[in-house]
């Protein structure tokens, strides 16, 4: 078989293919959920009410996506310009770890300026954190993809150092935890008494930004031409390897906002299991989204749904609540297969 | 004789079509090779000829006709059954493994698969056999990366041979040759022949054409525009069925030669990986005139061309532009100090294939205030740039937003002239810029080019086509193993006298 | 108290340190393989996950400890067409598939995992493994005990180093993967299919993988947990490029490698808390990317690593 490109797809084909490939995936999931014999159209139906099916489960879902808006707008950011960052993880709890530094008393200052302050801080702590991996990919060719998931577990082992260490909270009992950070660190909450915050504000402003970035501005347009061809970008005079740094201090900060917008809030504070994968969630995100920074805030919040549904409906269905890691893992290669498929003509021989 | 009792043609090629899309690559191609006969397959980048020999091959499955080797239908799509009918291939990107073992190489899909042990001395036995049979000297243990090019279209001939190729097709071999390889090449096909081999090779070199087949088909536009027997035929009569017309060189009107411009004193450049470096070169481009680099290539075109469009840096030496000292090395350096480059690929340096026809024209000058400010692209002057090329180069392209894939590789050339060309550089470094086009395209780029020339700016032209160097050249240069000659004016070589120049001797 | 130098001359260290290798080495065989031809697997993370608990599960249904093995390459080799389908004769992007499959094949795990054990809480156990002392070698003095007091996995792991370095360099099938690997048009101008070399070279990569998974959980322990490959598969792909695509040198990577993780546990111990043990579970990770940045200047890629091949493309 081979490929022969499409001329240009038409707006239905790029419509219609991405809406195929999540037909697909609900079809695969269909099956593991009848594995668990269970009915998979009402398995569906609760997994759309836990996620969408009253203003609890809006806001829930919403607030779900928020960390995963963060990360997904990371990973379309670099990988735009074809940097692999697969670090978005240890970037958000370097967010998260200063946040709770900075946060939790040691800057007695107003809410005005110790927010942007702190939410600063932890851009530039991640922007650091991928600065390193990406040095290293211009100045000695090691691949970014190795060092950047390598990272991942040396940040969480940090994190776990910083619980049982100085970060300890000497008020919980049992959970390495880190102390909560004071009032004045916090974001605050966009519906008082439900849990949805400003970080959804942020991270949905930060997208329409990007955007802006990406069509608008010399930086996007570098990015762009880095991305799909770096040696022509080097023959045509742009400063390649510095728009990937700039790219990688980009996409590591804004994955690192994800981890203070948790902290500042929702959780208050800094444990473990902060992240339940957010960073890798992101890949699927951006790539769901295909790299565009607004599409990436309603893929957000379709994987988010389909997280918070499962959860919902595992407590009454007793289908393991696993399969919304499946179905999200799924629809990551069944996306990018069809838009493959929307841009190439498969031949048989 | 007997057309009953007459053996069947080696090959036979039937209403062969090929599309590509809208493209028509092959269009209704038939013809026969004889046994024992040499069939030189002639046309210009783009006819179709590679195409046609893929699908002889089996890469590519035609859309209609068919193929008989020795009156047998060749099942079609498949290497492997070209292969066991006797068909072997030389082609022109070697198709050569540089991490193995000549042994290894030719021995590759030799043996069954699944078998637990290669058998070396037998490919060993049979390699030396051949290679004395037929005079191909290789080193049969040498790691293919540390062969020359010559040497490694012998591993590629002996390819075809361990496999008792009876048919052996050549896709454009001398194009890598220095003129005494390409004289041994056409020995061996001599020998090959003498001993019952078929032959085809491509070519769009008419002396080789003519020195070397018994026959010439000519391909033009996908269609075999006719078919001659080389005896009856001259230079003349083939160039037109190629072309379609009589071949009218450019005319080239007088110019003053100007100021100097750019000057390499004493250059040497750093080793690379492919290709050669430049040892101490010394050349001067003077305003009003185009310098031809003459060279086989891989003989240093590449570092040459690298150092003017800023991608590398000398080693030792200086580097003049006008009368400055140029110390900063980068792409944008020689923008900035006016120099245009129009690059050997266009695909993997000319232009991003998946942006859009504004996006690319803007690429060497976005920073200039016209098309930015303040760090935002202001797209509507990009726009209107881009519209402005397609309206003065006449570019076939259906909108400024179109993706530069979709346009045809002549359209493609056109908008890189224009972008490289609108800030009317005072130097022009143009590599290969014809390579592919067709007929129309290269007279348009030989047009551009003279026309800077009558401007003023001072061009470095470097190509691998003697006859587009000749007609364009106040000057040419010799290159050979990183060397330069001395400068010589126009019509104070001959052709033999380069061609001994470009296999390493001094002019005489 | 042993001294820290001390510890490098005991058997026992180098009996941990030969165990700790073995899956590493079954791993590491595998993503070679596939790099060799061309094709980077990152799904290795995942296959692992999804071999560690294939072959633990056959055994706990009460299959035996072999036929585990087999499951669990079968396993592998199920991801492995997935991955290479995706990205041979589709040509998608070896990093994202990479990833879909690690994401994949680590969230079906533990989906079945639930669905079949739903109710427990810790994880239930199998007898993996015993350690079979080879008659007479494992009398040997220094390496008899380290070498050759080990389970039959980590003999199957070295003799696959012999076989896989054979293979490659002493076979048809050998020559034409590394040629795949090289220049594909090489391979296919000599009638071999480029896709199904590389298809192949993928799936028997991945069942490589899946043993090294199913390794852990048969041999070195004896149950299925949770992120239990944790950045193993990772650290294999680093140990390739370490090995400069070589089996041997691969083998002697991931020997350094786990004789340093082996050493750091002891010292862990030795340190008494003085400093936290967090820091030496981070240095194996903190090599691994030492070790990158070493080899990266004369680091040799295969030449096609990570290009898509269209049949008739030179």
């Known amino acids: 078989m081979r490929l022969e490109p499409k001329p240009a797809p038409s707006l239905a084909m790029s419509i219609l293919y991405p809406v195929v490939a999540i037909v697909v995936t609900f079809i695969i999931a269909g099956v593991l959920v009848m594995l668990a014999d269970a009915n998979p159209f009402s398995v569906f139906r609760l997994v759309l009410k836990g996620a969408a099916g009253s203003q609890f489960a809006i806001l829930e879902t919403l607030t779900r996506a928020t960390p995963l808006i963060f990360t997904g707008l990371a990973v379309a950011v670099a990988f735009r310009a074809k940097l692999w960052n697969i670090g978005a993880e240890a970037q958000l709890y370097m967010g998260a770890i200063i946040t709770v530094v900075l946060g939790t008393g040691a800057l007695p200052l107003p809410a005005i300026i110790l927010v942007p302050l702190v939410m600063l801080a932890a851009l530039i702590g991640g922007a650091l954190l991928l600065a390193g991996p990406a040095w290293l990919k211009l100045r000695f060719g090691v691949d970014e993809v190795v060092t950047t998931l390598l990272l991942n577990f040396i940040v969480l082992l940090f994190v776990s150092m910083l619980l049982e260490g100085v970060l300890k909270d000497p008020m919980a009992l049992g959970w390495p935890q880190s102390p909560k950070i004071i009032a004045e660190a916090q974001l605050p909450r966009v519906i008082t008494g439900k849990r949805l915050h400003y970080g959804f504000v942020i991270a949905v402003a930060l997208a329409i930004g990007l955007w802006f970035v990406m069509k608008k501005t010399v930086l996007g347009y570098e990015m762009r031409a880095v991305g799909h061809n770096a040696e022509a970008a080097r023959f045509l005079g742009m400063p390649v390897n510095g728009v990937l740094m700039k790219t990688a201090l980009l996409s590591g900060g804004i994955a690192a906002l994800g981890g203070f917008s948790e902290v500042a809030g929702l959780k208050g504070s800094l444990t473990l299991d902060l992240s339940p994968g957010f960073g890798y969630t992101g890949i699927v995100v951006a790539m769901l989204a295909m790299l565009n920074p607004i599409g990436v805030v309603f893929s957000a919040i379709f994987v988010a749904g389909i997280f918070v549904g499962a959860a919902a409906m595992s407590r009454t269905a007793g289908v393991p609540s696993y399969i919304a890691d499946v179905m999200v893992a799924t629809s990551l290669l069944t996306m990018v297969t069809a838009i493959m498929l929307s841009r190439y003509r498969v031949k048989w021989k | 004789m007997d057309a009953q009792s007459s053996p069947p043609p080696a090959l036979r090629l039937s209403d062969i079509t090929k599309r590509f899309g809208s493209l028509t690559a092959n269009d209704a191609i038939s013809f026969e090779l004889g046994q024992g006969e040499v069939i030189a397959l002639l046309g210009e980048n783009g006819a179709g000829k590679t195409t046609l020999m893929n699908i002889l091959f089996g890469h590519y499955v035609a859309d209609e006709g068919s193929v008989e080797v020795f009156g047998k239908p060749l099942p079609p799509g498949d290497p492997k059954a070209a292969l066991a009918a006797g068909v072997g291939m030389v082609h022109q990107h070697f198709t050569l493994a540089d991490n193995m073992s000549v042994i290894d190489n030719i021995a590759l899909g030799t043996q069954p698969l699944l078998r637990l042990k290669l058998d070396r001395s037998a490919a060993r036995a049979k390699i030396d056999r051949l290679a004395q049979d037929f005079g191909l000297a290789v080193k049969a243990d040498a790691l293919v990366a540390d062969l020359s090019v010559g040497e490694r279209q012998r591993v590629e001939i002996l390819k075809a041979l361990y496999r008792d190729a009876r048919v052996l097709i050549l896709d454009e071999p001398t194009a890598v040759l220095t003129p005494t390889e390409t004289e041994a090449l056409f020995k061996t096909l001599k020998l090959l022949v003498a001993k019952g081999l078929s032959v085809i090779f491509i070519s769009h070199k008419l002396n080789e054409v003519m020195m070397a087949s018994d026959r010439v088909l000519v391909l033009r536009a996908g269609k075999l525009s006719g078919e001659r027997r080389t005896a009856e035929t001259n230079r003349h009569e083939l160039a037109a069925l190629m072309v379609g017309h009589e071949v009218t060189p450019p005319v080239v009107a007088k110019v003053e030669r100007g100021a100097l411009l750019y000057e390499l004193k004493g250059v040497s450049t750093a080793r690379r990986a492919h290709g050669t470096a430049l040892k101490d070169i010394e050349l001067a481009l003077h305003g009003g005139e185009i310098t031809g680099v003459a060279g086989v290539s891989g003989n240093g075109q590449a570092a040459l061309a690298g150092l003017l469009a800023g991608m590398e840096a000398p080693v030792s030496g200086t580097v003049w532009i006008k009368d400055a000292a140029v110390t900063a090395w980068s792409p944008l350096a020689a923008l900035n100090a006016g120099i245009a480059r129009v690059p050997e690929d266009r695909h993997r340096q000319g232009a991003i294939a998946d942006m859009s026809v504004s996006e690319n024209v803007i690429a060497e000058r976005y920073r200039d205030r016209r098309f930015s400010r303040a760090g935002l692209v202001d797209w509507t002057a990009a726009r209107a740039f881009a519209q402005s090329i397609i309206d003065d180069y006449e570019v076939k392209c259906p909108s400024p937003e179109a993706r530069i894939r979709l346009l045809s590789g002549g359209n493609m050339q056109k908008l890189i002239l224009g972008r490289a060309l609108d800030p009317n550089p005072s130097v022009i470094l143009a590599n290969q810029p014809s390579r592919g086009l067709d007929v129309g395209a290269v007279a348009y780029v030989h047009s551009r080019l003279l026309e800077a020339r009558s401007r003023g700016a001072a061009v470095l032209l470097i190509s691998e086509d003697l006859e587009e160097l000749l007609a364009l050249s106040d000057r040419i240069v010799v290159i050979s193993a990183g060397r330069l000659s001395k400068p010589s004016a126009r019509g104070e070589l001959s052709i033999s006298q380069i061609g001994a120049m470009m296999a390493g001797h001094e002019a005489a | ?314």
């Open chain 3, 1 to 314: 108290m042993m001294d820290a130098v001390e510890i490098l001359f005991t058997a026992s260290f180098w009996v941990a340190a030969i165990r700790i290798a073995s899956p590493l080495i079954f791993a590491t065989l595998g993503e070679l393989i596939c790099e060799r031809a061309g094709v980077l697997n990152l799904g290795i993370e995942g296959i692992m996950t999804a071999g560690a608990f294939a072959g633990w599960f056959t055994v706990y249904m009460g299959g035996d400890l072999w036929t585990g093995v087999l499951v669990a390459a079968l396993v592998g080799m199920a991801f492995g067409l997935l991955h290479s389908f995706l990205t041979v004769p589709l040509g998608l992007s070896q990093h994202v598939v990479g990833i879909g499959v690690t994401l994949l094949a680590t969230s079906l795990t533990y989906y079945v995992y639930r669905l079949a054990l739903p109710e427990v809480t810790s994880p239930p156990k199998i007898e993996p493994f015993q350690p079979w002392p080879v008659p007479g070698l494992s009398k040997l003095p220094v390496v008899g005990e380290a070498l050759f007091t080990q389970t039959p996995l980590t003999y199957l792991a070295f003799v696959l180093v012999i076989v896989v370095a054979w293979g490659l360099y002493r076979t048809p099938l050998g020559l034409a993967v590394r040629a795949v690997g090289e220049n594909p048009g090489a391979v296919e101008a000599q009638g071999i299919s480029v896709t199904a070399v590389r298809m192949g070279a993928v799936m028997a990569g991945s069942a490589l993988m899946a043993i090294g998974g199913a390794f852990l959980t048969m041999s070195a322990f004896n149950s299925f947990f949770f992120n239990m490959i944790n950045g193993r598969g990772w650290v294999c792909i680093a140990l390739v490029v370490f090995g400069s695509w070589r089996p041997g040198k691969a083998l002697l990577g991931a020997i350094l490698f786990a004789a340093f993780d082996a050493y750091q546990i002891r010292l862990q111990q030795l340190s008494g808390g003085v400093v936290p043990y967090q820091v030496f579970l981070m240095l194996p990770y903190a090599l691994s990317i030492l070790a990158l940045i070493v080899v990266a200047r004369r680091a040799t890629y295969p030449k096609a690593l990570m290009v898509p091949y269209q049949k008739g493309e030179r």
